[in-house]
């Protein structure tokens, strides 16, 4: 026989333990040392409770990850929808050119679309099907629901543009930009 407890071999010779009991005794020890215990009701138990909250929980984000995807495709279906309702209508030879996902755009307007686009009073936005002119009001409500369909303002390029220094501003101010100066 193997190196043993020398209990257990003085039980078995002594003929008041059978082999199969003390090897059954030998493998439970080994497996709680090793941390390989037999699975008890409870621990099953708890263990199924574990994989339950974990499945809830999995189920509960997947569920939120699909209420914000439809609520971003809502927003955008009514952003879309508020640039073909208001949309102002282009017309005129001249052209105009601004930068839009990295490539320079062109909408022909007349002088005073052009002056209001400089003005801020205009603002382009895309919607999907192509690039128009919206009012201010009406490109606030589109900024609401999806600013990344706001191409181009003017009024508010001073919000995103870097504050230039007053130095600059000062040397700047000297040089008169003619009134009639088209691009």
Same mark, same amino acid.
């Given at each position: ?45 708890? @263990? ?14 997947? @569920? ?30 001249? @052209? ?33 099907? !192509?690039? @128009?002119?919206?009012?201010? &009001? ?16 003017? !009024? ?25 100066? &088209?691009?």
């Amino acid at each position: 026989m193997a190196k043993g407890n020398p209990l257990q071999e003085q039980l078995l010779k002594a003929g008041l333990v059978k082999k199969s009991k003390v090897s059954q005794v030998a493998r439970e020890q080994l497996n709680a040392r090793l941390g390989k215990a037999a699975p008890t009701a409870a621990g099953i138990e708890r @263990e199924a409770q574990r994989a339950r909250e974990q499945k809830v929980e999995r189920d509960r984000a997947l @569920e939120a990850e699909r209420k914000a995807a439809a609520r971003q495709r809502e927003l955008q279906a009514q952003a879309r929808q508020i640039i073909r309702d208001k949309r102002v209508p282009r017309s005129g030879e001249s @052209e105009y050119r601004f930068t839009a996902d990295g490539a320079i755009r062109t909408l022909l307007v007349n002088e005073d679309l052009r002056r209001k686009l400089a003005d801020g009073v205009l603002v382009i936005a895309n919607g999907g099907e !192509g690039y @128009e002119l919206l009012p201010r &009001i009406a490109a606030e409500q589109v900024r609401e629901r999806d600013a990344s369909m706001i191409v181009l303002d003017h !009024g508010r390029a001073g919000d995103e543009a870097p504050a230039q220094s007053s130095e600059d501003d000062a040397y700047y101010a000297q040089f008169k930009v003619p009134d009639d100066l &088209i691009w």
